[in-house]
């Protein structure tokens, strides 16, 4: 199964895609989409658009494992992320990609078995879980294989695989 990892974002969204047999996770690819900040809106969530319809045409996921907005501090940044949320979410629709969606308690709850913790415990998981200590150097990227692998795990909890 291949499962698409997303961390939504307006200026950087990170994406990745693992490959998920029995109990093998291998990193396909990764990488980001990263809009420009002194861009009007709408551009943006244009090129947020067009790249992924790219990438969903290039690798064609089985699955999306997607971060969930459930509370933000930063109260500038919640809608620009929403929306370009819900860009995503309408390109992985019209694509017919199966949708799971996890908050980042949940992601970090399933890969390090406390839901608060921190950065570096995430990414010694996801280089334990891919068994290698290569992790892309942009946080969001290491953040949306952290979400697929979560994915991985909470499918053979659950028995949800599509």
Same mark, same amino acid.
């Given at each position: ?19 998920? /047999?029995?109990? *093998?996770?291998?990193? =396909? +690819?990764?990488?980001?989409?990263? +809009?420009?900040?002194?861009?009007? $809106?709408?551009?943006?969530?244009? $090129?947020?658009?067009? #790249? ?5 045409? *290039?690798?064609?996921? #089985? ?5 969930? =907005?459930?509370?933000?501090? *930063? ?27 996890? +908050?980042?308690? $949940?992601?970090?709850?399933? =890969? +390090? ?9 995430? /990414? ?10 290569? =992790?892309?150097?942009?946080? #969001?990227?290491? #953040? ?19």
């Amino acid at each position: 199964m291949k499962i698409l990892g997303i961390d939504p974002g307006m200026a950087i969204v990170g994406y990745s895609l693992i490959e998920f /047999e029995g109990d *093998n996770i291998t990193l =396909l +690819t990764s990488g980001s989409i990263q +809009t420009e900040k002194g861009s009007r $809106e709408s551009a943006r969530l244009l $090129e947020i658009f067009n #790249d992924m319809t790219t990438l969903l045409e *290039n690798f064609k996921p #089985d699955v999306c494992a997607i971060e969930k =907005l459930f509370f933000f501090r *930063n109260q500038t940044t919640v809608m620009p992320v929403a929306h370009a949320r819900g860009v995503i979410l309408t390109v992985l629709e019209k694509f017919g990609v199966p949708v799971f969606e996890y +908050t980042p308690m $949940e992601v970090k709850q399933v =890969l +390090t078995g406390y839901g608060r913790a921190d950065k570096k415990e995430v /990414e010694q998981m996801v280089k334990l879980a891919l068994s290698s200590d290569n =992790l892309p150097k942009l946080d #969001d990227t290491v #953040d949306s294989i952290a979400i697929a692998i979560c994915h991985t795990r909470s499918c053979v909890n659950q028995a949800v695989m599509v």
